[in-house]
T-cell receptor, first 113, second 116 residues
Framework: GEDVEQSLFLSVREGDSSVINCTYT??????LYWYKQEPGAGLQLLTY?????DMKQDQRLTVLLNKKDKHLSLRIADTQTGDSAIYFC?????????????FGTGTKLQVIP | DTAVSQTPKYLVTQMGNDKSIKCEQN?????MYWYKQDSKKFLKIMFS???????INETVPNRFSPKSPDKAHLNLHINSLELGDSAVYFC???????????????FGPGTRLTVT
């Protein structure tokens, strides 16, 4: 569960769609997560997907999972300035029976008005 | 009501000093964590406790010593601070972390540690 990779930066115009990509490493992850970190704050869970699903939609958010390629993506429709933040994907692995979460490198989303 | 709180929010200290960061959660969770976020925003787990028992201990210098007096509190003591310890330290909690079920982690606001 090392080196969960994300592109570092994404810039979009308000109203456009944003797609944030993540490549994870642990194929046994049962759940994969997306967290959001606003400036000066801790992380907050945005959404998650169970590993036997290919897609999950939650209002403006769509999560796509390609288990074969270990690729996870987060699409934000109609991106707003309030969506500007750092987005972290996260995979899970078991360590001694307990779940250990490994966060990705983070993608900073900048929304231009 | 604050769910996961940390004190202090900012900590500026000199190399060689010893300092502590405190964390408390009022969510009734069994599991608590310490994470370190560096200047590039990379977030790495340091320790995890479940019901006061250490369950995850990543490769962290032994100058870092966590202590969990009860399951609502997880403190982090750092001895002989070094420049490289400068980072934002986040505490988090989750209902539990046993098995493969879904768990949301709740994060505190972070403690920005600056070592000069």
């Amino acid at each position: 569960g090392e080196d969960v990779e994300q592109s570092l930066f994404l810039s979009v115009r308000e109203g456009d769609s944003s797609v944030i990509n993540c490549t994870y490493t642990d194929s046994s992850s049962t759940y994969l997560y997306w967290y959001k970190q606003e400036p000066g704050a801790g992380l907050q869970l945005l959404t998650y997907i169970f590993s036997n699903m290919d897609m999950k939609q939650d209002q403006r958010l769509t999560v796509l999972l390609n288990k074969k390629d270990k690729h996870l993506s987060l699409r934000i429709a109609d991106t707003q300035t309030g969506d500007s933040a750092i987005y972290f994907c996260a995979e899970t692995e078991l360590s001694g029976g307990y779940q250990k979460v490994t966060f990705g490198t983070g993608t900073k989303l900048q929304v231009i008005p | 009501d604050t769910a996961v709180s940390q004190t202090p929010k900012y900590l500026v200290t000199q190399m060689g000093n010893d300092k502590s960061i405190k964390c408390e959660q009022n969510l009734g969770h069994d599991t608590m964590y310490w994470y370190k976020q560096d200047s590039k925003k990379f977030l790495k787990i340091m320790f995890s406790y479940n019901n006061k028992e250490l369950i995850i201990n990543e490769t962290v210098p032994n100058r870092f010593s966590p202590k969990s007096p009860d399951k609502a509190h997880l403190n982090l003591h750092i001895n002989s601070l070094e420049l490289g310890d400068s980072a934002v330290y986040f505490c988090a909690s989750s209902p539990t972390s046993w098995g493969r079920a879904y768990y949301e982690q709740y994060f505190g606001p972070g403690t920005r540690l600056t070592v000069t």
